[in-house]
């Protein structure tokens, strides 16, 4: 090996030493400034035009409370009851085949009542009681679709007749959420 070469190559290291060193030392120098003085970042102010405003969303429902449902009953004993959760799992059954893949949450005891809690894959909530009572709740407008899915499920668990006769009964409608308003309601700033 050459002497040439070799300090040639000392020279490098020792270059390429001092400048990592270099670049260390200005990168901690920063850090330490920085540190000892925060760096203060103000916020722009809005533009007149941008400012967003109290965002509106709506929210689309459907209630019905009718004892013709298959599931519902009223002041029954255990057995009742859990020949009623059957009927309830599977006309859920029946509502899945034709809206949407359902989510089973839980059950809640409200007073004297069981609600059965579920959602729906693509978005929505429904809510059902052994009573005898369907709530659903959607950010989409997918009322007259799962209000078909209802009708199906009672049609093949009933009569054509019957599921009619609950059909009547569906209230369905539209509200405007303010997220802002609801927010300040439930205490929330």
Known sequence: M?????????????????????????????KVHHAAHPI?????????????????QKSYYLKVHSRRLPFAVERANFEKIVKCEKL?????RF?????????????????????????????G?????????????????KIEKIRKAIHYANRR????????MVDREIKTGQKLISIKDSLFKEGIK
């Open 2 to 30: 050459n002497h040439k070469h070799t300090k040639h190559r000392k020279m490098r290291f020792r270059h390429l030493r001092k400048r990592v060193s270099h670049v260390v030392h200005r990168a901690l120098a920063k």
């Open 40 to 56: 203060k970042h103000e916020s722009k102010p809005a533009k007149p035009g941008k400012a967003k405003e109290n965002p509106v």
């Open 88 to 92: 309830l799992e599977e006309f859920v």
């Open 95 to 123: 509502v899945e085949k034709k809206f949407d893949v359902i989510w089973y949450i839980g059950a809640d005891y409200l007073e004297d009542d069981i609600y059965e809690r579920f959602m729906f894959h693509n978005g």
């Open 125 to 141: 909530f429904m809510e059902i009681s052994l009573n005898g009572t369907i709530r659903c709740f959607f950010a989409k407008d």
């Open 157 to 164: 668990m009933q009569s054509e007749h019957l599921a009619n």
